[in-house]
């Protein structure tokens, strides 16, 4: 059972666009939600995170937007660029810190384009 | 430097052989985790420990065994049980009470 969906699998953006990738989750004891951001052959590296007392979160050109009741959250990445050529993965952690663990998306290919 | 170490980079496995991914932490940091990565698949929790000298299985744990006698490290044994081993292992430490894991560069398991 997939408990983190997201979507798009892939996506290309030109340069100075908006890039938007979703999320929505099944499980509603998660309370932590973060995001990274993985290049080829390295380790995923936190990008941004959001608790579902808020709606949004921005931190830079990145921004989450969260929406408990449809249990759907998605990043927004602005004036996009080749740089944040990257895969981004969601994920989801339930209360006491995620100490079991992070429940992850399958990822959104991302290709910004010059 | 802190952080989180992985080692090898790159490992190759014969068939029916056990194989050992290292990794190693000097964040302080008193949970460690391992994922395994494939192509479109995301990341899946194998094995998690909390503490020194305890661990809980994962989603993904037939086939792979841990120790976790320091607090520094965390070894992952892919046995010959794992049928499909070849993917990319990434290792990730937490600090308790807070909720970001931080994770390693990874180790590439080939089969030969």
């Known amino acids: 059972q997939q408990q983190v969906k997201q979507s798009p699998q892939s996506l290309i953006v030109q340069k100075g666009g908006i890039s938007i990738i979703n999320c929505a989750y099944e499980n509603t004891a998660f309370d932590y939600f973060p995001w990274y951001q993985q290049f080829p052959g390295k380790g995923p590296a936190l990008l941004i995170a959001?608790?579902?007392?808020?709606s949004e979160k921005k931190e830079g050109r990145f921004t989450i937007s969260f929406n408990k009741s449809a249990k759907q959250f998605s990043l927004h990445i602005m004036d996009s660029q080749p740089g944040d050529s990257a895969t981004y993965f969601c994920?989801?952690?339930?209360?006491?810190?995620?100490?079991?663990?992070?429940?992850f998306g399958k990822g959104t290919h991302l290709i910004i384009q010059p | 430097d802190g952080g989180i170490t992985q080692s090898p980079k790159y490992l190759f496995r014969k068939e029916g052989q056990n194989v050992t991914l290292s990794c190693e932490q000097n964040l302080n940091h008193d949970a460690m985790y391992w994922y395994r990565q494939d192509p479109g698949q995301g990341l899946r929790l194998i094995y998690y420990s909390q503490i020194v000298n305890d661990f809980q299985k994962g989603d993904i744990a037939e086939g792979y065994s841990v120790s976790r006698e320091k607090k520094e490290s965390f070894p992952l044994t892919v046995t010959s049980a794992q049928k499909n081993p070849t993917a990319f292992y990434l290792c990730?430490?937490?600090?308790?009470?807070?909720?970001?894991?931080?994770f390693g560069p990874g180790t590439r398991l080939l089969v030969l």
């Open positions: 990730a430490s937490r600090r308790q009470g807070m909720e970001t894991q931080y």
């Open positions: 994920a989801a952690s339930s209360p006491g810190g995620g100490a079991d663990g992070l429940t």
């Open positions: 959001i608790r579902p007392d808020v």
